[in-house]
């Protein structure tokens, strides 16, 4: 960890943003570390007190331990892993953007392959992925892994399209639940998983769809637009309020009612973020070559094992 290199600010847009107590905390961002090409997919680990994350074109996860501090190989190669996150077991699911599938690591280290075609047709690179509480697993499949050798390998779409997808839980079956985007990257379920909100870093803006019986979607609409840059993933905290990475204009901040209220000024772009710590009050924010983070005042959303009522 390096304090000297620790800088950051915050953006006050909105009186809510310093209502809600955003801007409390660290009045600085900790740099934990700097020595990727592009870093993704951050993921706390609760039980280990270790953050893992993706070095994309470098075909590895790193993980950082909390107690230590100190930096290590998680996994090497990683198959350009992008997305990571934990079902409701506790077991790592991984976007693995080289190898063109989603995976799930089991307790033993053993590799099960969740999804890897859809109707025949081989993916064309996941990017994201969100557990539900029945056990489905749901993820965004864009072509950034495809159009060329940097985070993947190039090669052809044969779907054709960039889709969001739901792995059933029980049958395994991948079923196309969302489409028509640019270029689908982060989502994340509302805290109540009555909805489901997917950035599309083409689109430049953030769309939410309501959630239906049977795991269905309705047709969605626009929730934010970046100002700026594109978005990449979205995570929420437990007021309901949404945390964006929004490349290289830091992370966005909106209240329910998709007002900006708030940025944090980052002084990398800014890929991917994650709520963690034993208080589940530390942002981590993955940006470009390097990993930040801030303790807050803010709280993360539940995690894996926890009500949602």
Known sequence: MSIDDAIGLYDILDERFRAGRCASGDQRLEKLHGDCRWAEGPLYLPAWRQLIWSDIPNDRMLRWDEVTGTVGVFRSPAGHSNG????????????????????????????????????GKRLNSPNDA??????????????FGITSDYEGHRA??????????????????VRRVADGFGGPNGLVFSL?????FVSDTRARHIRVFDVREGGFLSEGEVFAEAPRSGFDNIRFDDQGRLWAAALDDGVHCYDPDGTLTGRLLVPEPVSNLTFGGPKN???????????????????????VGRSRS
Do not use: K
């Open 84 to 119: 990571n996150t934990l079902d409701r077991e506790g077991r790592l699911i991984s976007c693995e953007q080289g190898n063109r599938r989603v995976i799930r690591t089991e307790h033993d280290g053993s590799i099960t392959i969740l999804a890897d075609r859809y109707r």
């Open 192 to 196: 109540d998983e009555q909805q489901l």
């Open 130 to 143: 969100v557990v539900h509480s029945d056990g489905s697993v749901w993820f965004s499949d864009p072509d």
């Open 156 to 173: 052809e779409s044969e779907i054709g399209a960039c889709d969001v997808y739901r792995i059933d839980q029980s049958s395994g079956e």
């Open 281 to 303: 009050n530390r942002l981590f924010i993955t940006a470009t070559t390097s990993v930040y983070s801030l303790v807050m005042s803010v709280t993360g959303t539940h995690r």
